[in-house]
């Protein structure tokens, strides 16, 4: 099925080029093969379509819903959203998985086998400089972020399939055995697939958070179905037709396309037994609700940097400091949110840099770019919130991006830091407001002295989300301390620390919550993607002397 769906692929893609103007050609000769869009040539005159797919085939919709141009609100992708009424092949097709999944470690095992080949595949063919770059360029297209941003995304994704290429897959399913109490008798447990499963997944990284996750559902056994954010969902559907020439089984996943409210019904009748959702919390807890628990999280971040007593490298501090909180224009789950400054640091000079390089960002190259889930107004609404808190001030940015044509609907706002002091935040009202996670180029910046640490670490204690982190400190005592007294999952410690940063090498996800997702890792697959079955075997032989016993 596979074959057959690749070849309609390529015929699409050839009669698309034949179709295309001859001063489009040169640049559709440089599409790769399973390409049925061209990031170059999509726009309001030449709109992309994004299909779903189901029960090993490619289908519409009745209704169409236009993706608007993020840097000039033309519409240039529509994207076939499954209505409510038309769920039934996307509930028939999980329901046709049974629990015991696709594969597991007594069942089809040459599937892992599969796996790591398919894996081999899409990873040579994603290393491609041509399958790279229109990646990168796709990416930009529906989340406009810098070449190099984008580019990394892929960069990540090519390793993690290179991760779990030969034998990698079925290593991630190793059982173990214990002696048991006489001969004959063992236990082994085993990693174990759920079966049907559901991803959903956000904007912001549309190649690597949904590639990810859907390898790691289906290295373990599952069938899952795919919901990527329909404004960034062209993306992964092209990935999709990707893995499909390198061998994906046609049933063993859906890809599909909704709103919330659709998405949501499918959930509840489908019955997925494991749910992986990325984004925002709000809708994080009510998935949870829904589902009655029966869910994984990687949800908002609110994440911090302290910078410890010893000050040192301050060029470089204050460029990670800039990346950290504005690259993707702060779109980045993992983004600095707040910035706890030791007053040693007061007179290095650091914010100043720290302006300077903010500076540097422009719409032109994407360094900076549209929010796509705050609008200005709200950005701004936001500052002048935090402005009414005794002692706060804007450092730099604050206001609104000038001479472009970014549509109303999204946010374009200059790189943003606003000082409220520390006692302040810790006020209550104040806590709330100062912690509320603006998805965007937005950081709160405060100042402390050493006997003010334990309230740092407070204002870490009362946060909600704990995904990253960073401690910017050689001082062995100081990172002991403060390491020792917070929770975030991904912490970076040290003079080099950062707060983003999600490579294929270290988990990626929160701590200290049962709900808690990860991401990329053998360790972070395994927890999300399956669950532990103990089997006993108890062959016998029943000893020859074997006597009924009195009762117990």
Not at 152 to 175: I, P
Not at 400 to 423: C, D, M, Q, R, W
Request: proline share 7%.
């Amino acid at each position: 099925m596979s074959r057959l769906l690749s070849r309609r692929h390529l015929a699409a893609a050839a009669a698309a080029r034949r179709s295309a103007p001859l001063a489009c050609v040169s640049r559709w000769l440089h599409t790769p093969s399973f390409a049925t869009v061209s990031p170059q040539e999509i726009s309001g005159s030449s709109p992309a379509e994004v299909h779903n797919f189901v029960q090993g085939s490619w289908t519409a919709s009745t209704n169409w819903n236009w993706i608007v141009d993020p840097l000039n609100g033309e519409k240039f992708i529509k994207v076939a959203e499954v209505q409510g009424t038309e769920i039934k092949p996307f509930v028939e097709s999980l329901s046709k998985c049974p629990k015991h999944g696709l594969h597991n470690p007594l069942k089809a095992p040459e599937r892992y086998l599969m796996y790591g080949d398919i894996s081999a595949k899409a990873a040579h063919m994603l290393g491609q400089p041509e399958v790279s770059d229109f990646f990168a360029k796709l990416i930009q297209r529906v989340s406009p972020k810098s070449y190099q941003q984008a580019l990394a995304e892929v960069q990540v994704s090519q390793k993690f399939l290179e991760n779990f290429c030969g034998d990698q897959v079925r290593f991630l399913a190793r059982s173990f055995a214990v002696p048991g109490n006489h001969l004959g008798q063992r236990s082994n447990g085993y990693r174990w697939p759920y079966g049907p499963v559901a991803i959903i997944t956000p904007f912001n990284f549309p190649l690597e958070i949904p590639l990810l996750q859907v390898m790691g559902a289906l290295y373990m056994g599952n069938k899952p179905v795919l919901k990527v954010d329909s404004k960034v969902s062209v993306v992964m559907e092209q990935m999709l037709r990707l893995l499909h020439e390198c061998g994906l089984p046609a049933e063993d996943m859906d890809f599909i396309n909704s709103d919330g409210i659709t998405m949501n019904k499918l959930l509840v009748e489908a019955n997925p037994k494991m749910t992986l959702f990325t984004g925002s919390s709000r809708v994080a807890e009510k998935l949870a609700a829904d589902l009655n628990g029966r869910i994984k999280l990687e949800d908002a971040g609110f994440d911090w940097k302290i910078l410890g007593p010893d000050v040192q490298e301050v060029d470089y501090i204050a460029w990670v400091c800039d990346q950290d909180a504005y690259a993707c224009s702060g779109q980045k789950c993992s983004a600095q949110s707040v910035l706890f400054m030791h007053k040693n640091w007061s007179s290095s000079g650091l914010l100043e840099k720290m302006k300077k390089l903010s500076e540097r960002r422009k719409l032109e190259d994407l360094t900076i770019g549209p929010v796509l889930t705050v609008t200005t107004e709200a950005m701004t609404e936001h500052m002048s919130n935090l402005l009414k808190i005794p002692g706060s001030k804007v450092l730099f940015g604050g206001e609104p991006l000038e001479n472009h044509s970014i549509p109303k609907i999204y946010g374009a706002i200059k790189p943003t830091a606003v000082f409220v002091p520390l006692e302040e935040i810790l006020k209550s009202g104040n806590f709330e407001l100062v912690t509320k996670e603006i998805f965007g180029p937005f950081q709160v910046v405060t100042e402390y002295s050493e006997d003010q640490l334990d309230l740092v670490l407070e204002a870490c204690e009362r946060m909600n989300a704990h995904l990253t982190a960073a401690v910017v400190s050689n001082n062995p005592l100081f990172l002991q301390d403060v390491l020792g007294r917070s929770v975030n999952g991904t912490t970076y410690a040290g003079i080099r620390a950062r707060t983003t940063g999600a490579p294929q090498n270290h988990w990626f996800g929160p701590a200290g919550d049962p709900r808690g997702a990860g991401i990329g890792t053998p360790e972070a697959i395994k927890l999300v993607w399956s669950c532990h079955r103990e089997i006993i075997y108890d062959i016998g032989p029943v000893p020859k002397n074997w006597a009924l016993p009195s009762a117990t």
